[in-house]
């Protein structure tokens, strides 16, 4: 089990910037094999996949958000970001960082089922 508390959320205005952070404990060589991934849920709606970052640095993201938001990862500190630029009314909801062994679940279309750690989640309210 990799535990992982993601910080970072709060409220923006759209078309502003926010950038969230998930850290984990562990080892640096069991924390780079990982597939990472950012995951959002807001009210009444199904969780969405919004980014991943596989062990070979590849990323992946839906198109909802492609063009807005970058995914990265730093191995020494065990930590993965998601910088959320030109924010969405829309990207309003709680997001969660969580990890995969499977590197299968870094590819589209990004379904959670394969991640296995979860944060506990971070709110991220857009106002106009």
């Known amino acids: 089990q990799v535990p992982l508390v993601e910080s970072g959320g709060g409220s923006v205005q759209a078309g502003g910037s926010l950038r969230l952070s998930c850290a984990a404990s562990g080892s640096e060589y069991t924390w780079s094999r990982l597939c990472m991934g950012w995951f959002r849920q807001a009210p009444g709606k199904e969780r969405e996949g919004v980014a991943t970052?596989?062990?070979?640095?590849?990323?992946s993201y839906p198109d909802s958000v492609r063009g807005r938001f970058a995914i990265s990862k730093d191995n020494a500190k065990r930590t993965v970001y998601l910088q959320m630029d030109n924010v969405k009314i829309e990207d309003t909801a709680m997001y969660f960082c969580?990890?995969?062994?499977?590197?299968?679940?870094?590819?589209?279309?990004?379904?959670?089922?394969?991640?296995?750690?979860w944060g506990q989640g971070t709110q991220v309210t857009v106002s106009s």
């Open positions: 970052v596989g062990a070979d640095g590849s990323t």
């Open positions: 969580a990890t995969a062994r499977a590197a299968w679940a870094c590819a589209p279309p990004l379904g959670s089922g394969d991640y296995t750690d």
